[in-house]
């Protein structure tokens, strides 16, 4: 400063240059400590182009050059966000409360309510081939109700749920637009009573069972008993067709053991069949009766298992008369003596 206590020196070559000319001790200066370290341990740096830096507009962190940005709200997010807290608060009350069912039923009939609106009502069904199995059932099953449209009827899933029946052997769904439907349906038929575990039902050719046997309409089918024995009756049954004269004093066909088969006569005689070549033991069997009358004899079994010999069992009554008539064979003989 001068006498007038003024700065002798302008301000701006006050600094670490001028101290230097001073010649007064200088601090380095923080830039400069920096470039040091760099020098000694190497510089980190960013490069940002011109489109990032703007997107990072909005203050540095850290000294790393990276900006945060204040980015625009998409329009709509808050609606979004609201529908998806209630459907998910609904869903939760749905599920907890047990009524998923219900709520699924509600929304497929607002579906199906919107496409009739717009033309989708079915408004005729033409269906082929029930006989055993009632429109209504047909119709139910396949899920066209009053309420069902056209356009969202899953087909293969009503054909699916057709098939479920047993009296359904195959079925066909077809939509045709904009509002008929054309099912077709191909139904077994009644084909033989089965027992098992003492209870009848009716058969199909394959073994399908239909229905518990409770109609007497079904009285005349052929009966066969025993486990396996729906599966096997088909062939069975055809080789007994074969000899109608074995067929018609037929009662029931046993299916013994998974093996082989017994027949139950009408006249209560149990004929008892070997497990190959039935053809040729039923054909011994109807010579028998035809030259022995052996079928209407006091007999109570038949055993044709073996293929050289034929034993027969008799009744109690037939083998106590025998007997008695033996005895007296025997005592006339002594009387001769």
Same mark, same amino acid.
């Given at each position: !400063?001068?006498?007038?206590?003024?700065?002798?020196?302008p301000?701006?070559? =006050?600094g670490?240059?001028?101290?230097?000319?001073a010649g007064?001790?200088v601090?380095?200066?923080?830039?400069s400590?920096a470039?040091n370290?760099?020098?000694?341990f190497?510089t980190?740096r960013f490069a940002?182009?011109v489109?990032?830096?703007?997107?990072?507009?909005?203050g540095?962190?850290?000294? @790393?050059?990276?900006?945060?940005?204040?980015?625009?709200?998409?329009?709509?997010v808050?609606i979004?966000?609201s529908i998806l !807290?209630?459907?998910?608060?609904?869903?939760?009350g749905? *599920?907890?409360g047990?009524?998923v069912?219900?709520v699924?039923?509600?929304?497929?009939?607002?579906?199906?309510?919107?496409?009739?609106?717009?033309?989708f009502r079915?408004a005729?069904?033409?269906?082929t081939?029930?006989?055993?199995?009632?429109r209504?059932?047909?119709l139910t099953?396949?899920?066209?109700?009053?309420?069902?449209?056209? @356009?969202?009827?899953?087909?293969?899933?009503?054909?699916?749920?057709?098939?479920?029946?047993p009296?359904?052997a195959d079925a066909?769904?077809l939509?045709l637009?904009p509002?008929?439907?054309?099912?077709?349906?191909?139904?077994?038929?009644?084909f033989?009573?089965?027992?098992?575990?003492?209870r009848?039902?009716v058969?199909?050719q394959?073994g399908t *069972?239909?229905?518990?046997?409770?109609e007497?309409?079904?009285?005349s089918?052929?009966? /066969?008993?025993?486990?396996?024995?729906?599966?096997?009756?088909?062939?069975?049954?055809?080789?007994?067709a074969?000899h109608?004269?074995?067929? !018609?004093?037929?009662?029931? =066909?046993?299916?013994?053991?998974?093996?082989?088969?017994n027949?139950?006569l009408n006249n209560?005689?149990d /004929?008892?069949?070997?497990?190959g070549?039935?053809e040729?033991?039923?054909?011994?069997?109807v010579? @028998?009766?035809?030259d022995?009358?052996?079928?209407?004899r006091?007999? *109570?079994? /038949?055993d044709?298992?073996?293929?050289d010999?034929v034993?027969?069992?008799l =009744?109690?009554?037939a083998?106590?008369?025998?007997?008695?008539?033996?005895?007296?064979?025997k005592?006339?003989?002594?009387?001769?003596?």
């Amino acid at each position: !400063m001068d006498g007038g206590g003024r700065l002798d020196q302008p301000l701006r070559r =006050s600094g670490p240059k001028a101290a230097e000319e001073a010649g007064l001790l200088v601090d380095e200066p923080r830039r400069s400590r920096a470039k040091n370290r760099s020098a000694q341990f190497g510089t980190l740096r960013f490069a940002w182009s011109v489109p990032y830096r703007r997107m990072f507009g909005y203050g540095l962190i850290g000294g @790393l050059g990276l900006r945060l940005v204040r980015l625009p709200t998409p329009p709509g997010v808050g609606i979004a966000a609201s529908i998806l !807290m209630l459907a998910g608060t609904l869903g939760y009350g749905a *599920v907890a409360g047990g009524h998923v069912a219900d709520v699924v039923s509600w929304l497929k009939d607002a579906r199906d309510g919107a496409a009739n609106t717009i033309g989708f009502r079915i408004a005729a069904v033409s269906l082929t081939g029930s006989k055993e199995v009632s429109r209504e059932e047909i119709l139910t099953t396949a899920g066209v109700t009053g309420r069902a449209s056209l @356009l969202f009827l899953d087909a293969d899933a009503a054909r699916a749920r057709l098939l479920a029946n047993p009296w359904i052997a195959d079925a066909a769904v077809l939509k045709l637009y904009p509002d008929r439907l054309q099912i077709t349906v191909t139904e077994r038929l009644a084909f033989a009573l089965w027992q098992k575990d003492g209870r009848v039902s009716v058969i199909a050719q394959d073994g399908t *069972v239909l229905e518990p046997f409770v109609e007497d309409r079904y009285r005349s089918l052929p009966m /066969v008993v025993g486990r396996g024995a729906a599966q096997q009756a088909k062939d069975f049954l055809a080789v007994i067709a074969r000899h109608p004269d074995v067929q !018609m004093q037929l009662r029931a =066909s046993i299916f013994v053991a998974e093996r082989r088969w017994n027949l139950r006569l009408n006249n209560g005689i149990d /004929v008892r069949l070997p497990e190959g070549d039935i053809e040729e033991a039923l054909d011994r069997l109807v010579a @028998l009766d035809r030259d022995k009358k052996l079928l209407s004899r006091d007999i *109570v079994a /038949v055993d044709l298992r073996l293929p050289d010999r034929v034993s027969v069992r008799l =009744s109690d009554a037939a083998a106590q008369a025998r007997e008695d008539a033996a005895k007296d064979k025997k005592k006339k003989k002594a009387g001769d003596a």
